[in-house]
T-cell receptor
């Protein structure tokens, strides 16, 4: 079975632009979580979606938004990009939410110039 | 809020040796879940092992085992017969019983280098 997939692999944007990152979960998984990993740090939780509803949100500004589609894939949107948004964005899927193990995708490397 | 601390930024051992990575955490919860993830240079975060706090038995997965000390809030990872492919960043992570609302809380990671 295919694992979690993310697109694109790399992305370069300039300050003030908007970006959309995409994630497809493992087949049968209904929950998707997004994490931001700044270089040299552990990932930080941004959002979790389950059955198309937001179930959790980390300490990120409103410039960050996400949604989940009927096929359980997900998009993460970041508006008004700042230099500090440069990071690896990781998507993780799990069967449900509360206690299920999260399996990660390869990530999208976002560079903001 | 939970915190996870990994006090060893980098460790280096010879191939075939045993190495132990440390992790401590702080929480007021009694039921929770702990994980070790491995992130090689390819960036993909790979699950190594999972421990449920309500289980007293330490989890094991082949060469990987944990020493879970609930009272001390300690969760160390032992890698036996280390291999070159074990070279990676290792992250300890905490999942509260609510799961989704808070997501995983990660430590800053330990860079493990296996020398030939």
């Amino acid at each position: 079975d295919a694992g979690v997939t993310q697109s694109p692999t790399h992305l370069i944007k300039t300050r003030g632009q908007q970006v959309t990152l995409r994630c497809s979960p493992i087949s049968g998984h209904k929950s998707v979580s997004w994490y931001q990993q700044v270089l040299g740090q552990g990932p930080q939780f941004i959002f979790q979606y389950y059955e198309k509803e937001e179930r959790g949100r980390g300490n990120f500004p409103d410039r960050f938004s996400a949604r989940q589609f009927p096929n359980y894939s997900s998009e993460l949107n970041v508006n008004a990009l700042l230099l500090g948004d440069s990071a690896l964005y990781l998507c993780a899927s799990s069967f449900r939410t509360s206690t299920d193990t999260q399996y990660f995708g390869p990530g999208t490397r976002l560079t903001v110039l | 809020a939970q915190t996870v601390t990994q006090s060893q930024p980098e460790m280096s051992v010879q191939e075939a040796e045993t190495v132990t990575l440390s992790c401590t955490y702080d929480t007021s919860e009694s039921n929770y879940y702990l994980f070790w993830y491995k992130q090689p240079p390819s960036r993909q975060m790979i699950l190594v092992i999972r421990q449920e706090a309500y289980k007293q038995q330490n989890a094991t997965e082949n060469r990987f085992s944990v020493n879970f000390q609930k009272a001390a809030k300690s969760f160390s990872l032992k890698i036996s017969d280390s291999q070159l492919g074990d070279t990676a960043m290792y992250f300890c992570a905490f999942l509260p019983p609510g799961g989704g609302a808070d997501g995983l809380t990660f430590g800053k990671g330990t860079h493990l280098i296996i020398q030939p």
